[in-house]
């Protein structure tokens, strides 16, 4: 186990020292401060590298924020990329409570969106109030069934979570593409395969009012329910004792088998609902598009909000934000999208170096008198 996803999940009911009551207060502000210096880090070598392109790092700071935030219509955009990244966060969130490191989500997402629309396809003359809750039971479903995959894989054989996830990750992409080209496609989708749509009927319209995403509000409903397991429950508390020492919560007779498995379902199957809802609300029907990374940019936030469910809030807000500037850049400045690629990936190692750190400081640690 890294030591950056046990200091993520540690127990907060284990007080090193009773002396020190400020100690809590600094183990949060280390908590807050680790991602924030990471990303300042990560802003400084990003400017350094469009310096040497010859760009100004003042206007991209500018052009994001007009792309992402400038008007309401950029705020949409934003909120309609940041939607599925808040589930996918928590299919990497949830099982890194105990220490698991699962980054096969984005097959999750695809394989999630193609059974809701193969679930969809049968009821489609039913009606919108049939055709959607069997969308996300079958996207739910088929998420954590995949994810629970790797769980099982850990849990019962000791196979490393993170290489099962990956290579399940490559199977699962391939599955999709083998059924939307062959059999599930769609004749008609000449350009760009795709299966049968599931009816414009049965689409998901956006919030009312907002006019916004319509898995903006799924998602923070996730997030929050999600917190309240985690630390509000004995799930959630169980999960964190064998996240902090698997051997001892063995020791203790907690169902660590039953744990890893129930966490990987959990994810896997926020991040099928993901797929689902992308389905229902964007395409209308399982094509290439569903594979839009969701499920890689949500191992970048979920680490960022060190797998805390309400912090993956508004760093999915902030990676989705990035995310919808990339065209306005693209025209203004004449960047690649992959320059957003770049600044994620300086982001990640920043944060991977920011937790070796975590805990190392002085004075974030416990003092006084055992």
Not at 74 to 85: D, M
Not at 180 to 206: A, F
Not at 240 to 248: D, E, K, M, Q, W
Not at 291 to 311: C, D
Request: hydrophobic share 55%; charged share 10%.
């Amino acid at each position: 186990m890294s030591s950056a996803t046990t200091a993520a999940v540690l127990p907060d009911a284990v007080p090193a020292r009773a002396a020190d009551s400020w100690y809590p207060l600094r183990r949060a502000l280390e908590a807050v401060l680790a991602p924030l210096v990471a990303l300042g880090v990560a802003g400084v070598l990003f400017s350094v590298f469009l310096l040497c392109l010859g760009q100004s790092p003042l206007d991209f700071l500018d052009l994001v924020w007009r792309g992402a935030f400038g008007s309401w219509f950029s705020i949409q955009n934003t909120v309609q990329r940041a939607a599925p990244l808040l589930l996918t966060a928590l299919c990497v969130a949830l099982p890194g409570q105990l220490g698991l490191v699962i980054i096969g989500g984005e097959a999750a997402v695809v394989l999630g969106g193609l059974a809701a629309t193969v679930a969809a396809l049968p009821l489609v003359h039913g009606g919108p109030f049939l055709v959607l809750p069997a969308m996300a039971i079958a996207g739910i479903a088929m998420g954590a069934f995949w994810i629970g995959i790797s769980g099982w894989l850990k849990a019962r054989l000791n196979v490393n979570e993170t290489i099962a996830s990956l290579v399940l990750a490559y199977i699962g992409l391939a599955l999709f593409n083998h059924l939307v080209e062959g059999v599930l496609r769609d004749p008609s989708s000449l350009n760009k395969p795709s299966t049968y749509g599931i009816g414009d009927g049965n689409m998901l319209d956006t919030v009312p009012w907002l006019d916004v995403h319509p898995g903006l509000p799924v998602g923070i409903l996730a997030c929050v329910l999600s917190w309240v397991l985690i630390y509000r429950t004995s799930f959630g508390f169980a999960s964190r004792v064998t996240g902090g020492n698997v051997r001892a919560a063995q020791l203790q007779g907690l169902p660590v088998t039953r744990l890893i498995l129930v966490a990987c379902a959990i994810g896997g199957g926020c991040a099928g609902l993901a797929g689902a809802i992308e389905v229902a609300a964007e395409y209308g029907r399982a094509n290439a598009s569903l594979n839009a990374g969701y499920g890689y940019t949500g191992i970048l936030i979920a680490f960022l909000a060190r797998f805390n469910p309400l912090a993956i809030m508004p760093m999915a807000l902030l990676l989705g934000g990035l995310t919808a500037a990339g065209g306005l850049l693209q025209r203004h400045m004449g960047l690649p999208d992959a320059t957003i690629l770049v600044l994620q990936g300086l982001i990640f190692v920043s944060i991977l170096t920011s937790d070796t750190l975590y805990g190392r400081f002085r004075w974030f640690q416990p003092r006084g008198t055992a």
